[in-house]
Nanobody, 128 residues
Framework: QVQLVESGGGLVQPGGSLRLSCAAS????????IGWFRQAPGKEREGVSC????????YYADSVKGRFTISRDNAKNTVYLQMNSLKPEDTAVYYC?????????????????????WGQGTQVTVSS
């Protein structure tokens, strides 16, 4: 049974950092890609970043490029999202997801309907 569990969210001041984790079970990450998404109240779910199933290549939304970094630890079967220089507009529930057909690092990898399995989400609040 595929399961994804996010953790690491919390309250942080503008300019601060957080590292989100996405722990996978029921499948191995070394041949599976992961996407990170976020959804703020009243807004649509937005693709933030993804890491490819096959070659580990990564892709980022313009809104987070240069501030967020996605990485994968195959030994721990976990994907991370390191978030630096956080802004109030980064406030949202963050979700990780994976796809049965794999993830390609590109614009398609930031589309929510490219994914089949989702975690429950973790809240990130950026506020002074």
């Amino acid at each position: 049974q595929v399961q994804l569990v996010e953790s690491g969210g919390g309250l942080v001041q503008p300019g601060g950092s957080l590292r989100l984790s996405c722990a996978a079970s029921g499948f191995t990450l070394d041949n599976s890609g992961i996407g990170w998404f976020r959804q703020a109240p009243g807004k649509e779910r937005e693709g933030v970043s993804c890491i490819s199933s096959w070659d580990g290549s990564t892709y980022y939304a313009d809104s987070v490029k240069g501030r967020f970094t996605i990485s994968r630890d195959n030994a721990k079967n976990t994907v991370y999202l390191q978030m630096n220089s956080l802004k109030p507009e980064d406030t949202a529930v963050y979700y990780c997801a994976t796809a049965e057909m794999g993830v390609v690092a590109g614009t398609r990898g930031l589309l929510w309907n490219s994914y089949d399995y989702w975690g429950q989400g973790t809240q990130v609040t950026v506020s002074s």
